[in-house]
């Protein structure tokens, strides 16, 4: 099968976001936070959905993530934390809340609710028959990372990963990228940053990569990604035909 690379050709490293710009972001966290809100009321007796939906930033009716949600860029362990804050806000006191997180958390289960938006297996080869490398830098944290992409089946493609539990600064820094760089031996000025979200292109030009490519497969829109990238597509799919 042949790939299109466009923007990304020709990069010694090109590093993606995960959910938004790899697998479809809608699914994935409406999915979990929809399972969350199950789990709460279950462990609490109380209802907890309309409270935890409004704190992430998810329309009820959809499940679908709002724009500037606040599940579209925020770590897990901030996500847990704004979670008790909603539980409270339910008339629960904060050991209690504390108690029912315990009890019902849950990562997202990416087998189940992963969705690719592109061949990710035939993207990632074209890539590497270039002589680039690949790498994953996302608000997720390091275990449910590494799930995702083996569930994809794409983990032996991938050269390294950055996430929000690994001690870094988190998005806009750039500090993600600069790890990356620096443990694979690329030149920041010789890399790639692709993502949906200002704050992944904010990561890219902080850092001082050569390009930065927005894709609108995630919550953002053109208007509001285009002041940051170099060149905007619908998704990863159709990186041959900018928009």
Do not use: Y
């Not at 399972?35 to 209802?47: F, I, K, S, W």
């Not at 996500?79 to 108690?99: C, H, M």
């Not at 938006?117 to 449910?144: N, Q």
């Amino acid at each position: 099968m042949s790939v299109e690379l466009g923007p990304l050709a020709g990069h010694g490293l090109v590093v993606f976001d995960k959910d938004g710009t790899l697998i479809d972001f809608h699914t994935m966290w409406g999915g979990w936070s929809g399972r969350l809100a199950d789990n709460l009321e279950v462990a609490t007796g109380t209802t907890i959905r309309p409270a935890l939906f409004e704190a992430f930033g998810i329309d009820p009716a959809t499940e679908g993530i709002r724009p500037h949600g606040l599940v579209t860029a925020t770590p897990m362990a901030v996500l847990r934390g704004v979670a008790s804050d909603a539980l409270v806000s339910t008339g629960l006191s904060r050991p209690a809340a504390e108690r029912a997180l315990r009890e019902a958390w849950v990562a997202p289960d990416p087998v189940e609710l992963a969705r690719p938006l592109a061949d990710l297996a035939a993207l990632f080869g074209a890539i590497r028959a270039t002589g680039g490398s690949i790498a994953v830098a996302t608000s997720d944290d390091r275990e449910p990372t590494a799930r995702t992409l083996a569930a994809l089946r794409i983990a032996h493609l991938v050269d390294g990963i950055a996430c929000a539990d690994d001690g870094l600064p988190v998005k806009p820094a750039g500090d993600m990228v600069i790890r990356l760089c620096a443990t694979l031996g690329v030149d920041v000025a010789d890399t790639a940053v692709v993502g949906d979200t200002v704050e992944d292109l904010r990561m890219g030009r902080a850092a001082g990569v050569r390009t930065c490519l927005g894709v609108l497969s995630g919550t953002a829109t053109a208007d509001e990604l285009r002041p940051f990238a170099d060149a905007l597509v619908a998704s990863v799919a159709d990186l041959g035909r900018p928009v």
